[in-house]
């Protein structure tokens, strides 16, 4: 899916428990690649991209399951994400499918506008299909896939006896069980700064997630300045809000994937009304000058541990 991974597991392990979890754990990361993962041109949603029929196109299972859950946080988020905005995205030079260098012209995000919204596609659970509207609709699970990936294989080595491990994928990760010393698994939260890694929080989690969107990162300079790849479905340009990064918590990675960029689209105030509206556990970090402020929702606060600790 274009990233990286890394899964830690609490021993001790002997030899065999541990090439067990690692086919586990291959063998779901092969299954998100072939359905899920823009970057692989076989991939089950690359073909469905290339197919211009209007008619109901046949999904896996997994696809379904991320096309249904991304559609619900649209709908909560009034659109601030959206499993349509392929179009955007590699108008503005990302992703697997970038096809520009410059700056758009306005004729061009009109165009793929045109492409992209709630109603751009309908999903059917019985049978599991989906259907564009138009032809050139292009689907996009980058922002909520990696999640999805992070939750089955930690619900896989659950069940086959691993009860303490942390699973990572982009960034996106989730925590079961305790680390060394029987201690809640410690997750930090980067300061959204290049050049360094510093933890501006951390959190104890267990049978939790955390997924975190930010501008600093994944950019491009374009004209002396500096481009989110963080695209607001809405306007069709990226986002110019001063709001770095946005981390959510929640039992699922996957939507905790979603709605972190759902908030990031949003902004630092609107982001922030909507995840207290919605009860999420979420740390927003804005840029102010040369530093930052952060603010958290009240069930963030409840998770985040003392600077000490």
């Not at 274009?2 to 065999?16: H, S």
């Not at 165009?111 to 689907?139: C, Q």
């Not at 929080?201 to 267990?206: E, F, G, P, R, T």
Request: glycine share 10%; aromatic share 6%; proline share 4%.
């Amino acid at each position: 899916m274009g990233t990286t991974w890394t899964v830690t597991l609490g021993g001790p392990l002997d030899e065999a428990q541990v090439a067990q979890a690692e086919s586990i754990i291959a063998a779901i990361l092969a299954e998100a690649d072939a359905v899920l993962s823009g970057w692989n041109a076989a991939s089950e949603i690359s073909v469905i991209n290339r197919r211009a029929e209007t008619s109901g196109i046949a999904l896996s299972e997994a696809l379904y399951t991320v096309l249904d859950a991304g559609t619900t946080v649209q709908e909560e988020t009034g659109g601030a994400f959206d499993v349509t905005v392929a179009p955007l995205v590699a108008l503005w030079g990302f992703g697997a499918d970038a096809t520009i260098t410059g700056r758009p012209s306005n004729a061009q995000i009109a165009a793929a506008r045109s492409l992209v919204g709630p109603h751009m596609i309908e999903l059917r659970a019985e049978p599991r299909t989906v259907r564009k509207r138009v032809a050139g609709v292009r689907l996009d699970v980058d922002a909520i896939a990696p999640g999805y990936a992070v939750d089955r294989i930690s619900e896989e080595l659950l069940a086959a006896g691993y009860e303490n491990h942390i699973v990572e994928i982009g960034g996106e990760v989730r925590c079961q069980g305790r680390g060394q010393g029987g201690r809640a698994w410690r997750i930090a939260v980067e300061r959204p700064q290049t050049g360094a890694r510093t933890a501006q929080a951390v959190v104890a989690l267990d049978g939790l997630g955390i997924s975190t969107s930010g501008d600093y990162r994944d950019f491009r300079v374009l004209e002396g300045r500096r481009i989110s790849h963080t695209i607001d479905p809405r306007s069709g340009h990226p986002v110019t809000h001063a709001l770095a990064s946005v981390s959510v918590v929640h039992r699922s990675v996957m939507l905790a994937d979603a709605y972190a960029t759902a908030l990031m689209v949003l902004g630092p105030q609107e982001g922030y009304t909507l995840a207290e509206r919605l009860g999420l556990p979420a740390l927003f970090i804005v840029r102010v000058g040369d530093g930052f402020t952060v603010r958290a929702t009240e069930s963030f606060d409840r998770l985040r541990l003392p600077a000490a600790d």
